[in-house]
């Protein structure tokens, strides 16, 4: 099976979540809605938006199915939830509503460590068919080498449950705590036993941010259940880490596909044949793109399985 773990969706309606008014506003997400061919911001948005990824996933020949993310609200260090503070808040409910009625879609579920109820959401998540916890700890406001996350941890390793946490930057959400951005955070989870899935593979978000893809091949050598994910890695800030990650032995063998999806994919032109930048440029189906690129830049038969292998799919 060809899974691409790393998509995302967005709600904006109750039970389902919701956008700020700061996030609706951002160019990004503006730029993104025009892109998409998406309107509004209400419970017709919201539809349109798991419309247009069902016939995106659909026309993207190459993926037998791909991980939607849930994306859990952020919460204070006593575990209660900070509205103000959420930008984007998609329920567990939604996404697992979305993947019962689409054979094509995984559970990606979230949820914050420091909720109180937080062992028991994970296990509601296993029930409900969860692959993987989806963590972005400098948006969702949480350490991961915290004491809080152990008896998380605890319970992603008795259900097998992997973690995909985000590494390195994020420009498309408004940071809490930039600190919590290093791969080394996530070393208690990984010696408690859980498979951990860097997404990024710690890659800085902007020119002059730290970068941490050389943390993140660090782990990925020296832990056996670290992985990285490629989700975005087609952005201009983050293409440096293919030449990197490829070059190594080890590490290339620790690579998992994701997209990001709807974050664009662009061709990172300098390590492409023109022929071959052009054709991407081309296609507007940026999960296909990304698959497109993500093949010229050579990776192989192994990475592209090695998703669902991870998963134990
Ligand atoms: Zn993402």
Not at 86 to 95: P, S
Not at 114 to 132: F, M, S, T
Not at 201 to 206: K, L, V
Not at 245 to 270: F, Q, Y
């Amino acid at each position: 099976m060809i899974l691409d773990l790393h998509v995302h969706i967005s709600a904006l309606t109750r039970g389902h979540g919701k956008m700020s008014r700061h996030l609706l506003d951002t160019l990004a997400f503006r730029f993104m809605k025009w892109r998409l061919g998406v309107e509004g911001e209400d419970d017709a948005t919201e539809r349109a938006i798991a419309d247009k990824l069902v016939r995106t996933i659909d026309e993207t020949r190459k993926l037998d199915a791909v991980v939607v993310l849930a994306f859990d609200a952020v919460h204070d260090g006593q575990g209660r939830l900070d509205h103000a503070n959420t930008h984007l808040h998609v329920t567990n409910d939604y996404a697992i509503d979305l993947c019962r009625k689409n054979a094509k879609l995984r559970f990606g579920a979230s949820v914050h460590p420091y909720r109180k109820d937080a062992v028991a959401e994970i296990e509601r998540c296993v029930k409900a068919g969860a692959v993987l916890m989806k963590w972005l700890p400098i948006v969702q406001g949480f350490n991961p080498a915290d004491d809080r996350c152990i008896p998380f941890y605890e319970a992603l390793a008795h259900h097998k449950l992997p973690l995909l946490s985000h590494t390195g930057g994020e420009k498309s959400l408004p940071n809490i705590d930039t600190t919590v951005a290093d791969p080394a955070l996530l070393l208690p989870a990984l010696q408690r036993g859980v498979k951990v899935i860097m997404a990024h593979c710690g890659t800085r978000s902007a020119f002059g941010e730290t970068d941490y893809v050389s943390n993140f091949m660090k782990f990925a050598r020296e832990h056996e259940h670290c992985y990285g994910d490629t989700a975005a890695l087609c952005l201009p800030t983050r293409s440096h880490a293919f030449p990197m990650v490829l070059k190594d032995k080890v590490v290339r063998e620790k690579l998992v596909h994701g997209s990001d999806w709807p974050i664009i994919a662009l061709p990172p032109a300098s390590q492409l044949p023109v022929h071959k930048t052009v054709a991407a440029i081309a296609d507007g189906n940026w999960m296909r793109r990304d698959v497109a690129i993500k093949e010229a830049l050579g990776f192989d038969d192994a990475y592209w399985h090695r998703a669902a292998k991870v998963l134990g799919l």
